[in-house]
């Protein structure tokens, strides 16, 4: 009965509503912050508003709250726990192991070392280094610890005051496309794959020898055009500028990278990695004098952001699975692009699998596409919004504007269709 109900004509017109106002209100967020500043009366009100990982998670409680007004409660409530959070839970911890102070310390000294021993400037290696090696060490340790890594790397280098407002669009636009289409040298660690990979028997020798080294090749060229149009206005990050007044033993750092190992390994199995997520807390409450805070409320905020993605998505089926399973194999990978931007990648591939008698090239050209629009919208890829939520303060307002977001990731995604394309 709750399928029908949720599947029936009006719940999913009202689906397909809500969800259209959630992308317009993701568009509009940045507004939200500006009106802040103008009437600080509701400045609380408008500041929540305006925040982007608030909006899909805001929406989805108004999607239940006309469900329950139109199917009753006990429906409504059955369709939410219908749903699968697997990947909302795994990417607020990993998000929080990642940017833990001895794992960031770690990874920091190993480029730090490769930066002070290339023969270029080290800011400019340094930053170079964020916006490629990093994303592609997503096909490791998973999209959402790189952009999280990346992230906290960059932020005192590129995403600060001094820096021109469009670069800090286009740096944050290859950030963005590289994470999507670095995460595709493994079959685990990006989320459209993940979606796929069982289902069409994909592995990482697949993954490396048909997406993996083409994305390879397009992360590279879209980092070294970025940094070399930054060139001019890097500057040594804060981190480097003093030593740590507390120095992190290898030990601690080690411990850290087998928790966020053991939480990648378990990525499927929200009881286990939560259990490691508590001893994880526990370990560094132990240990408090090697530790910054955690980044609990932006993890959080993500988290929220993407289960009310899966529960504004789980009414979208009914029109994208149509709409991908009519295209020839070039159009839907241009189609999937598109898609993505306005939707959650991971889901496009996932209705992808369910199509019967899929081919193999529209099984390629839908994955391509999926991931080479990772980083038009910050909805497009499950990692963008820890991107999201890490970097908007070194923005005007305090805020990424959609629209920026939108023009900056244009030539890195074009750079990423030809090479997936052509090659």
């Known amino acids: 009965m709750e399928g029908a109900i949720v599947h029936s004509s009006l ?195 697949f993954m490396a020898g048909t997406f993996g080294w083409k994305a390879a090749l397009a992360v590279l060229v879209n980092a070294t055009g970025i940094a070399f149009l930054l060139r001019k206005h890097l500057r040594p990050a804060a981190a480097d500028l003093a030593p740590d007044a507390v120095p992190v033993p290898l030990a601690v750092s080690l411990i850290h990278l087998l928790v966020l190992g053991g939480v990648v390994t378990l990525a499927h199995h929200p009881v286990l990695f939560l259990g490691l997520f508590l001893f994880f807390l526990g370990y560094t409450q132990a240990y408090a004098r090697y530790q910054n805070p955690l980044i609990l409320k932006e993890g959080l905020l993500v988290g929220f952001f993407l289960a009310g993605l899966v529960v504004l998505g789980g009414l979208q089926q009914w029109w994208l699975q149509p709409l991908v399973s009519g295209m020839a194999p070039t159009v839907l990978f241009f189609g999937a692009v598109g898609l993505t931007a306005v939707t959650d990648n991971a889901a496009l591939t996932y209705l992808g699998s369910l199509i019967e008698g899929i081919s193999s090239s529209a099984q390629y050209m839908l994955v391509a596409g999926a991931v080479t629009g990772g980083g038009l919208t910050v909805i497009a890829n499950a990692p963008n919004p820890a991107g999201v939520a890490l970097l908007k303060n070194g923005f005007n307002d305090a805020s990424i504007g959609a629209g920026g977001l939108l023009l900056g990731a244009l030539l890195p995604t074009a750079v990423a269709a030809l090479f997936f394309l052509l090659l």
């Open 11 to 205: 719940m999913q017109t009202v689906g397909v509503g809500l969800f259209g106002l959630a992308l317009l209100h993701t568009f509009c967020a940045k507004q939200f912050e500006v009106l802040a500043h103008r009437h600080p009366r509701h400045a609380g009100l408008l500041h929540l508003l305006g925040e982007v990982e608030v909006v899909f998670g805001f929406w989805a409680f108004v999607l239940i709250a006309v469900m329950a007004l139109l199917a009753g409660g006990h429906r409504a409530i059955a369709y939410a726990e219908s749903l699968q959070y697997t990947e909302p839970l795994f990417v607020f911890v990993v998000m929080v192991v990642a940017a833990s102070k001895p794992v960031l310390s770690i990874v920091q000294r190993l480029l730090g070392g490769v930066a002070r021993a290339a023969p270029l400037p080290t800011p400019l290696v340094q930053a170079w280094l964020g916006l490629a090696v990093v994303p592609l060490l997503g096909s490791l340790i998973t999209e959402p610890a790189a952009m999280t890594l990346a992230a906290l790397m960059l932020a005192s280098q590129i995403f600060k005051d001094g820096i021109p407002e469009p670069l800090k669009y286009g740096a944050l636009g290859v950030l963005f496309v590289n994470i999507s289409i670095g995460g595709t040298l493994t079959s685990y660690a990006a989320p459209p794959v993940l979606m796929v990979a069982g289902a069409w028997h994909w592995d990482t020798a």
